[in-house]
């Protein structure tokens, strides 16, 4: 783990008064959108950010693939901080070879609702698995010197309003769970950066933007726990000048403009912000360039350009996704045997077209994608595989096929043509090729555009074809008009991401002959400020040879005739994304029919689950073995093949709690009332809440059946409470070798304050061979035991009897033990 350092001398002696005060406060503001200035006079070049946790995109849409990982949740479903520290080594790796210095990466706000857009994005709805899981991957990270950014800081829940809501939280639950990960961070994991959220919030202090709390940003996160990193605004989300520059705010992004510039200048010379403080973010700055290497000469690094295929990182991902994959159900159909399956079904919207990440930020272009049906069949060679879809999930089409779509002319593509603000011609006619869908090279002065596009239909049956688009539009299909809007669109469509899943007409053609329609639309030139110029047009086909429910029956008629079917069903970037939260829990279309139609022809089926997020699974109990898949990523398909198969062992565990029901969910609101969330279940978030109610979820907290059969045997807690731990003794029943992720749960019976029912205080894997017995040492922290004084704005271990629960789940205990602490000393009754 890197330490931190201090900024030293500048290049030569008189360097640090060579930097005029105009030239410091433009280093506080960034160059573009993801590079810094430089400073010569520190021998500092610019530093460069770009967008995770899923991979290191690079900059200036950087089209060279990256290695994909599995999202955040699945990679906490794992449980495992050797995993984590593995897959940091890759992402530093991945960041070396795109000349990338800080990541913008982990996501640690908790998933405090299911319906939290972005909850595939974070790690858990246990503020100690996150922050614990986090750490691990900014260590590795930051031991090679890439930077990593830690964020929303904070109360970035939610999507809806999220630029601007006040999240309203309690200061024990602030204290205890959502500021907790980030302290873990900051204290242990020393990380080197921390991006403050869009969203204000109200820490019973001060209501205040994210990007200007004081009480936040200097008090607790600077001041208290001693981070000497920069603080750098989510993108846009920086509003003023005076109160951000003096709430402890240190960088804006992205660049060039923005609140600060000539006006923070005037600011100083005005009085109102001490050059001292503009010096403070300056040195912070400078130092995150030492640790990065962008002060003096460039390390040497190891730098592929083969990483994301190189075999290594390949069998790296695979692993992830095998052993994040959660077992939720099992009557001994798992693992598959091939010497019993002579034909297979392969069945479900997912089967077809897997979600391997969700939509905004949290994306990369990978080098390929590992189909499920090519992966089975590599792994089944002697097995045939049929393949059907059965139902949709998706509201919109495809994209259109590059061969469908010519010009008026001819030409393979679209016609686009741009204008300027008088209507005269300013770029153009250029043919497009019809896969592209953003049209970024749009020439100065252009505001809106002309596009013209011929669809070519061939075959019989249905087509829909469908255009999206962004901001004003008027949109003809063979000159009848089918669409138009005033609506002007700037950075919004980017921050609320409906540019990235843009709507518009759709119209359905039944034929029995080739046909072709004719498109034209003219619409808007989006100026995005700091997200580009570009004109959104998405042309999207999809031929349906067979009705939905003929589809359906061809689905069940292949379950019905194979050895084992295996459905995989789910939601995609549709439904779970940045700029959006849920309305529902429910898998889109017909899937939960699909399901029970196939568990009724075939009783050797296998679901899968290929969703970030939970969704309510009716048909759970009745499925002879259900596979919770996450987003894999890449290495999607044999991953699942090696987790079906037992290669590897689905050895995962719910790092959420999955709802039977949405009428369960204790905390369902995402829409702010008069501008506030209120985070009105204080400390009790997720499972603990659910402890509280006395609710049964489907699955919970923590659960995942893997592949043994453990027999915990004893529980011993040794120690005091700033060296604590539980040893654990267990035994591995099955015929299987197993892999064991023993939790430890601290209970407070008689706390005469509120409490959870329960709480994660500690976990560890273990692998046990078949028959075996091992052992464990699970370090338990003092803060496990600590709880929050408001009166004297201190942590205090309370007086009273404590139980610590060995367990397999939330609400799979095994084994107490029982201690009363006395005076800060604990004793084992």
């Known amino acids: 783990m890197s330490t931190p350092t201090t900024l030293g001398e500048p290049a030569n002696a008189d360097a640090i008064e060579a930097v005029s005060l105009p030239e410091r406060i433009a280093l506080l503001t960034g160059a573009t959108s993801w590079t810094l200035h430089p400073v010569p006079a520190y021998g500092m070049r610019a530093i460069v950010l770009s967008d995770g946790p899923i991979g290191v995109r690079g900059v200036d849409e950087d089209e060279r693939p990256s290695a994909q990982l599995p999202s955040p949740s699945a990679l906490a479903a794992t449980?495992?901080?050797?995993?984590?520290?593995?897959?940091?080594?890759?992402?530093?790796?991945?960041?070396?070879?795109?000349?990338?210095?800080?990541?913008?990466?982990?996501?640690?706000?908790?998933?405090?609702?299911?319906?939290?857009?972005?909850?595939?994005?974070?790690?858990?709805?246990?503020?100690?698995?996150?922050?614990?899981?986090?750490?691990?991957?900014?260590?590795?990270?930051?031991?090679?010197?890439?930077?990593?950014c830690v964020k929303h800081f904070l109360g970035n829940e939610s999507e809806t309003e999220r630029t601007t809501y006040i999240a309203r939280i309690p200061e024990r639950a602030l204290r205890e769970v959502y500021l907790a990960p980030f302290e873990k961070t900051v204290r242990d994991a020393r990380v080197w950066s921390v991006m403050a959220a869009y969203n204000g919030v109200d820490d019973g202090t001060q209501v205040a933007p994210a990007t200007e709390h004081g009480s936040l940003l200097n008090g607790v996160l600077k001041a208290e726990w001693g981070f000497d990193g920069v603080v750098v605004s989510d993108w846009l989300a920086t509003k003023t000048t005076v109160e951000a520059a003096l709430g402890g705010l240190d960088l804006i992004m992205p660049g060039p403009d923005g609140p600060w510039g000539a006006r923070l200048e005037r600011a100083v010379r005005d009085g109102l912000v001490a050059e001292e403080v503009i010096d403070d973010k300056v040195e912070r700055i400078v130092r995150l360039g030492r640790r990065v290497g962008a002060v003096g000469p460039r390390p040497a690094r190891e730098m592929s350009p083969d990483l994301p295929a190189a075999p290594s990182t390949r069998g790296l991902l695979r692993e992830a996704v095998a052993r994040s994959s959660v077992v939720l159900a099992n009557n001994g159909l798992l693992p598959l045997r091939e010497s019993g399956i002579a034909s297979l079904a392969l069945i479900g919207p997912n089967a077809v077209e897997p979600f391997i990440q969700g939509g905004g930020s949290a994306s990369v272009t990978a080098p390929f994608l590992s189909e499920p049906v090519h992966a089975l069949q590599e792994a089944l060679p002697n097995t045939a595989i049929t393949v059907q879809r059965g139902a949709s999930g998706r509201r919109f089409a495809p994209q259109i096929a590059s061969g469908a779509v010519t010009t008026p002319a001819g030409d393979d593509g679209y016609r686009i043509t741009y204008y300027d603000e008088a209507g005269a011609t300013v770029g153009g006619p250029v043919t497009v090729p019809a896969d592209e869908t953003w049209n970024r090279d749009v020439p100065a002065g252009a505001r809106e555009a002309r596009l013209e596009a011929i669809v070519h239909l061939a075959g019989p049956g249905t087509h829909r074809v469908e255009v999206g688009v962004s901001g004003w539009h008027v949109i003809t299909f063979d000159g009848t008009l089918v669409a138009e809007s005033a609506e002007h669109a700037d950075h919004d469509v980017i921050l609320d991401s409906s540019a990235n899943h843009p709507a518009g007409?759709?119209?359905?053609?039944?034929?029995?002959?080739?046909?072709?329609?004719?498109?034209?639309?003219?619409?808007?030139?989006?100026?995005?400020?700091?997200?580009?110029?570009?004109?959104?047009?998405?042309?999207?086909?999809?031929?349906?040879?067979?009705?939905?429910?003929?589809?359906?029956?061809?689905?069940?008629?292949?379950?019905?005739?194979?050895?084992?079917?295996?459905?995989?069903?789910?939601?995609?970037?549709?439904?779970?994304?940045?700029?959006?939260?849920?309305?529902?829990?429910?898998?889109?279309?017909?899937?939960?029919?699909?399901?029970?139609?196939?568990?009724?022809?075939?009783?050797?089926?296998?679901?899968?689950?290929?969703?970030?997020?939970?969704?309510?699974?009716?048909?759970?109990?009745?499925?002879?073995?259900?596979?919770?898949?996450?987003?894999?990523?890449?290495?999607?398909?044999?991953?699942?093949?090696?987790?079906?198969?037992?290669?590897?062992?689905?050895?995962?565990?719910?790092?959420?709690?999955?709802?039977?029901?949405?009428?369960?969910?204790?905390?369902?609101?995402?829409?702010?009332?008069?501008?506030?969330?209120?985070?009105?279940?204080?400390?009790?978030?997720?499972?603990?809440?659910?402890?509280?109610?006395?609710?049964?979820?489907?699955?919970?907290?923590?659960?995942?059946?893997?592949?043994?059969?453990?027999?915990?045997?004893?529980?011993?807690?040794?120690?005091?409470?700033?060296?604590?731990?539980?040893?654990?003794?267990?035994?591995?029943?099955?015929?299987?070798?197993?892999?064991?992720?023993?939790?430890?749960?601290?209970?407070?019976?008689?706390s005469t304050i509120d409490r959870p029912v329960r709480w994660l205080a500690g976990f560890a894997g273990v692998d046990v061979p078949a028959g075996e017995t091992a052992s464990v040492r699970i370090r338990i922290e003092r803060r496990a035991l600590e709880t929050w004084n408001s009166d004297r704005r201190d942590w205090e271990i309370l007086d009273g009897r404590y139980l610590f629960h060995a367990a397999r789940s939330s609400r799979d205990v095994r084994l107490t033990a029982a201690t009363t602490v006395h005076e800060q000393t604990l004793t084992v009754d």
Do not use: C
């Not at 449980?79 to 070879?97: C, I």
């Not at 499925?623 to 996450?630: I, M």
């Not at 398909?637 to 029901?661: F, H, I, K, M, Y």
């Open 79 to 148: 449980f495992d901080r050797d995993l984590l520290a593995r897959l940091g080594g890759l992402l530093a790796r991945e960041a070396h070879r795109k000349g990338v210095d800080v990541v913008l990466a982990p996501v640690v706000n908790l998933q405090r609702t299911p319906y939290g857009g972005r909850h595939f994005e974070a790690f858990s709805e246990d503020p100690y698995l996150t922050g614990e899981l986090a750490s691990q991957l900014i260590r590795a990270t930051q031991a090679a010197g890439v930077a990593m």
């Open 505 to 750: 007409p759709a119209r359905e053609y039944v034929i029995g002959e080739p046909a072709t329609v004719s498109i034209e639309s003219r619409q808007q030139v989006v100026d995005a400020g700091a997200y580009g110029r570009f004109v959104r047009f998405a042309l999207r086909h999809e031929l349906r040879e067979l009705s939905a429910d003929d589809e359906l029956l061809a689905a069940v008629e292949a379950a019905r005739a194979a050895d084992v079917a295996v459905v995989i069903v789910g939601t995609n970037e549709e439904t779970e994304s940045e700029g959006w939260d849920r309305v529902d829990l429910q898998l889109p279309g017909r899937q939960n029919e699909l399901v029970e139609r196939v568990l009724d022809a075939n009783p050797r089926t296998v679901v899968v689950v290929n969703a970030g997020a939970p969704v309510i699974l009716p048909w759970l109990e009745r499925a002879p073995a259900v596979l919770w898949w996450w987003l894999p990523g890449q290495e999607a398909g044999r991953g699942l093949a090696d987790a079906l198969l037992g290669v590897t062992e689905p050895s995962g565990r719910l790092p959420w709690t999955l709802p039977s029901t949405e009428d369960d969910v204790p905390v369902r609101d995402t829409v702010p009332r008069d501008g506030v969330i209120d985070y009105a279940e204080g400390i009790h978030v997720g499972y603990r809440q659910w402890d509280r109610l006395g609710r049964s979820p489907s699955r919970e907290f923590g659960f995942g059946l893997g592949f043994g059969s453990w027999l915990y045997e004893t529980l011993t807690i040794v120690g005091q409470p700033d060296d604590l731990a539980a040893d654990v003794t267990l035994t591995n029943m099955s015929a299987h070798d197993s892999r064991e992720t023993v939790q430890i749960y601290l209970e407070s019976p008689n």
